[in-house]
């Protein structure tokens, strides 16, 4: 039974003074890295709302970034954590067995997005499933290179950032963090195609740097390990390639024996309205990774292979927590929810907010454009329509006062506000961000 409002309440000015408090201590002690927005200190949350330190209730379209696929403190799977917890907290799958652990392995063999059998490497993030494909690719193909996308973001440890290219400050001050031998070339983003194209008649050309350039000037393609791509870029602004990119990409890397890495860490896990994004666009990976939404907010981080290619021996790669056994029970409990009902709520609710905000462009010169698949949605907003500059100001504004209002949503890529939230957001919720942001970019409009 629900305890909290089902629609925003404000109820103090906002940051409260508990959470001012709270934000006050923060910055003496925790690392200034951290890239805070707007002051929301949660108290608890339940569904797609949460409430603040204050007694604040918001509607929550981030999910602590595209994390809550279930909703917050789903019951079925707090229960599940708390029954694991019971029995035991952790045993180290590196070098014990336990059968959540293969379980979970299991069901992602009979639902990854490639024809089974699979194996399954366990980490703790999406960064740690990323490194595990990474070395898993050089491992099993004996090359050292790898591919990846301008505007993708792929995580932060050193292995994991030589492939994200999203924001410089992300890279800045680390050093050469592309030692490690990886290309970039350009992503389909249709609303600013890279070689100046029409969506309706693309053949993907913008691959084309990539195979008659990257290819043939800086590195062989028989020594590319592998091609690491998101489905939807995610952090670089939720931009949905046409299917083409992906259908040419799956043909090259076949073509030349490369690995094909798709990383679903953000889009997958039902977010899309299918189980993993990639199945979108017809197309069969080698590796997939997925972490975030897979256990509801438990920390799981998954790299899942063809058995053929995840070959390594005993010893070639391991973490002690990796596949930690109360993750695991969370994450069977929410993959369970997902293919129940979820991934089909998502679907519907989504395209009904796509419409919804489709509406809102008509009436607001500042939406450039407005895309997505099921509940992982991009607007972007411009300063004009016809130069498409970038309203770079007017989209953090447009999240303050979303704020303000009582929405938690985040920004993605330069310019656009992004909308992830729990896959259990209902239709009257949907109507009730539209509202808010309507209010907020309307706010933001009258203020240019
Ligand atoms: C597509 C993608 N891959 C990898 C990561 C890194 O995940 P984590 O922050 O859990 O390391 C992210 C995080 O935003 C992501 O969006």
Redesign the pocket.
């Known amino acids: 039974m629900s305890t909290l409002p089902q629609a925003p309440a404000i109820r103090t000015a906002l940051p409260g003074p508990n959470a001012r408090a709270i934000i006050e201590r923060d910055g003496h002690v925790v690392s200034p890295s951290y890239t805070r927005g707007y002051p929301f200190v949660i108290a608890r949350g339940e569904g797609a709302m949460v409430e603040d330190v204050d007694g604040n209730v918001f509607l929550d379209c981030a999910a602590g ?2 994390v809550n696929s279930t909703g917050h403190a789903h019951p079925d799977v707090v229960a599940a954590i708390v029954e694991q917890s019971q029995r035991y907290l952790h045993m180290s799958g590196t070098d014990f067995y336990y059968e959540p652990q293969v379980r979970l392995a299991e069901v992602l063999s009979a639902a990854a997005p490639m024809p089974g059998p699979c194996k399954s490497f366990f980490g703790n ?6 490194e595990a494909a990474i070395k898993l690719a050089r491992y099993h193909t004996g090359r050292p290179f790898l591919i990846a996308f301008l505007g ?6 050193m292995g ?1 950032l030589s492939l994200t290219a999203s924001k410089a400050v992300q890279r800045k001050g680390f050093g050469a963090t592309t030692a490690p031998g990886v290309f970039h070339a350009p992503y389909a983003d249709c609303y600013r195609c890279p070689v100046g194209l029409r969506p309706e008649t693309c053949q993907a050309e913008c691959l084309e740097y990539l195979e008659d350039k990257v290819l043939v000037h800086l590195v062989s393609p028989d020594e590319v390990a592998g091609l690491v791509v ?1 489905p939807i870029q ?2 670089g602004g939720y931009i949905v390639p046409p299917a083409q990119f992906h259908q040419r990409l799956r043909a090259l890397t076949e073509r030349h024996g490369i690995l094909l890495i798709v ?5 997958g896990m039902g977010r899309t309205g299918k189980l993993f994004a990639i199945e979108h666009f017809g197309v069969q990976p080698d590796i997939v ?1 997925m ?2 939404g897979i256990a509801s907010g438990l920390p799981l ?1 998954v790299a899942t292979a063809r058995a053929g290619v995840m070959d390594w021996t005993p010893g070639a790669h391991a973490s002690t927590f990796g596949g930690n056994p109360v993750s695991c029970a969370a994450a069977l409990t929410t993959i369970r929810l997902l293919q129940e009902q979820l991934v089909a709520n998502a679907a519907d609710v989504g395209a009904y907010m796509l419409d919804g905000l489709r509406d809102l462009q008509q009436k607001h010169a500042l939406i450039g454009d407005v895309r997505g698949k099921g509940l992982m949605i991009g607007i972007e907003l411009v300063k004009d329509r016809a130069s498409k500059a970038r309203a770079t100001a007017e989209r953090d504004r447009v999240v303050d006062e979303a704020f303000a209002r009582g929405l938690l949503i985040l920004g993605a890529g330069r310019n656009t506000i992004r909308l992830s939230p729990p896959l259990v957001l209902t239709r009257a919720q949907a109507r009730t961000a539209i509202d808010i942001l309507d209010a907020a970019i309307g706010a933001v409009s009258a203020s240019r």
């Open positions: 970034i595209a993030s999406g960064a740690e499933a990323n993708s973001f792929h995580g932060r440890t994991a998101e995610g952090e990383d679903d860490v953000q889009s990774t972490a975030k981080g």
